[in-house]
Nanobody
Framework: QVAVEESGGGSVQAGGSLRLSCTTNKLTLSNFCLAWFRQAPQKEREVVARLSSEGTETYADSVKDRFTISRDNSKNILILEMNSLKVDDAAMYYC???????????????????WGQGTQVTVFS
């Protein structure tokens, strides 16, 4: 069974930084579309960043120029570097894998079949 696990969440003051990581036990992440989603209380889940197999990065407007999605192929890890964090960035963050695509990675969470349990990010002013 495929397992996906996030780590790196925590509590940080606005303006600070966090680094999230995502690992998996059976998938080679470089072969697939990868994404970070987030969901805040009383809000819908939204895609934050996407990364294709060939390295194309796509960001939500709200995080552009502050967040960076990347992949460490040697360690088979997906990373989300979050800088200049805002109170509005506080949410549960999820790593997701679309095993059916390697490019043209979608924004719809329904395409992503493998998910982690999430890691909480809290930002205080």
């Amino acid at each position: 069974q495929v397992a996906v696990e996030e780590s790196g969440g925590g509590s940080v003051q606005a303006g600070g930084s966090l680094r999230l990581s995502c690992t998996t036990n059976k998938l080679t992440l470089s072969n697939f579309c990868l994404a970070w989603f987030r969901q805040a209380p009383q809000k819908e889940r939204e895609v934050v960043a996407r990364l294709s197999s060939e390295g194309t990065e796509t960001y939500a407007d709200s995080v552009k120029d502050r967040f960076t999605i990347s992949r460490d192929n040697s360690k088979n890890i997906l990373i989300l570097e979050m800088n200049s964090l805002k109170v509005d960035d506080a949410a549960m963050y999820y790593c997701a894998v679309d095993p059916d695509r390697s490019a043209q990675c979608g924004y719809w969470d329904g395409w992503y079949k493998f998910w982690g349990q999430g890691t909480q990010v809290t930002v205080f002013s």
